[in-house]
């Protein structure tokens, strides 16, 4: 009977055993169970957080797009308010100078009629020449071919010489002529033109195109009235041609704005310490615009609608030449534009063309005290034409010339502003008013302008010569810093 129940309690704690297994792994299949329910919940979890970060992110972004669009927005309003306020005031201030001209026009034509004689008006200029001018240039004409005659008698290459060895040297003087050597460049289209002569004689359009071509290197050199005589003799020859040729209507009228560029440079080599040079100034500007408007309404019956044209250009940039001249800067800043839109359509931003128009806007904002404005456009035409023609060409030097000046006006203004606070404190005010000289050069620009206008003074006395105007002007300015650095 003792075997029976040791089986039953080896049974018993089998069972027991048993059960406990089944309770184990029913607990640790439960856990398992809750720990991937945890699981899932917290990538539940996750992927929540993630869709509303996501979310959050969109509508950060679509805020930051909002905010942005609203900014370029109030930007390009503020920019337009800016234009509007800028053409407003240059509209003012055009508005301003049209009444300041007409009242010295009035003051003008009162002393006109006082002081005019029968000498005076003897030689205002007359549009079309009389018999007795046409006489005059026949024998300046006769006398021309006479002495080509004589220099073919004594020059055996000018006799020899070609109509071919005549484009030649015209085209080795448009060579010089680009590369500032002026005066190498008037013997040298002499010279064809004393060819030419031999060859065609005096009465041909070949011959009128060498005349005018030593015109524009008389203008180059300086000298005015020189170059208004060739262009006289230029036009003579075109306006006694054959009429109906387009050609000849446009080289007509090429020679007559280059007369009136001839006048131009006249009026702005004007002795200023001359008593009356305002009105002779005004005289000179008065034919220099006559003759553009004539030159510009050829020019503009071959244009068909909007088409840019090159010699348009050019008419309005020297009619804004001549306004500049006149202190009529917004009507030559207008001018300079319509002349600057029409250049860059035809020859692109790089051309030396369009960046001189571009220093004679920066001219007419110098004249108005826009400095700001001025020295932009001023640094445009430098970049351009010193990449162009190099640092040492005359025209890159007028460039420099003219930074110079603005650097000067700059200074000034600053030093009036300067002295205005000085002025009403003691003991400044007797040391202001002895070192007036001086103050109105000091601060940082000073160096500025030693530097631009050294530089044209050395191009200037190289390039074009001492006796030229350039030259001339230069010279003064740099003595007057000189004496100034002295103080």
Known sequence: GG?????????????????????????????????RAQEEEMLRRQQAAYLQQQQQQQAYNMQQQAAAMQQAQAEELMEQRRQAMYEQEMEEEYYR??????????????????????????????????????????????????EARRKRGTDPDASSNT???????????????SKGNYASALVTYDRCLSVQLGHLGDMHPIVAHTVDLMGVALLRIGSAREAQEAFQKALYIYQHLPQGDGQNAADTALAVMHVGQAFELE????DKSVKGWEKQMEDLTERAYDMYERALDVFQSRVEGDEPDLDVANCYHAMGNTHNIRGEYMEALRKF???????????????????????????????????????????????????FFGPDHPEVAHVHWNLALAYHTKGEVEALKRRQNWHSRWPFRWFAG??????????????????????????????????????????EAVMAMRELVRD
Request: with cysteine; net charge negative; hydrophobic share 35%.
């Open 3 to 35: 075997g029976y129940q040791d089986e039953d309690q080896m049974t018993d704690r089998a069972v027991e055993y048993y059960m406990m297994q089944q309770q184990q792994q029913q607990q640790k299949y439960q856990e398992d169970m809750m720990e």
């Open 97 to 146: 100078q049209q009444q300041a001209y007409a009242q010295q026009q009035a003051y003008a034509q009162a002393a006109a009629m006082q002081e005019a004689s029968a000498e005076i008006k003897a030689q205002q200029y007359v549009h079309t020449p009389t018999r007795d001018e046409r006489e005059a240039y026949q024998v300046q004409f006769d006398q021309g071919q006479e």
């Open 163 to 177: 109509l071919d060895d005549a484009t030649t040297l015209a085209e080795k003087g448009t060579m010089l002529m």
């Open 267 to 270: 009026a702005e080599n004007l």
């Open 337 to 387: 534009k319509m002349a600057l839109q029409q250049k860059v359509r035809i020859l692109g931003e790089e051309d030396p063309s369009v960046a001189w128009t571009k220093n004679n806007i920066g001219n007419a904002f110098k004249g108005m005290f826009k400095l700001d404005e001025a020295f932009k456009w001023y640094h445009e035409c430098l970049e351009t034409v010193t990449k």
């Open 434 to 475: 002895i070192t007036k000289r001086r103050l109105a050069h000091e601060g940082d620009d000073f160096e500025k302008m030693d530097e631009h206008l050294h530089h044209a003074f050395h191009v200037f006395v190289k390039r074009l010569g001492e006796d030229h105007v350039s030259t001339h002007r230069a010279t």
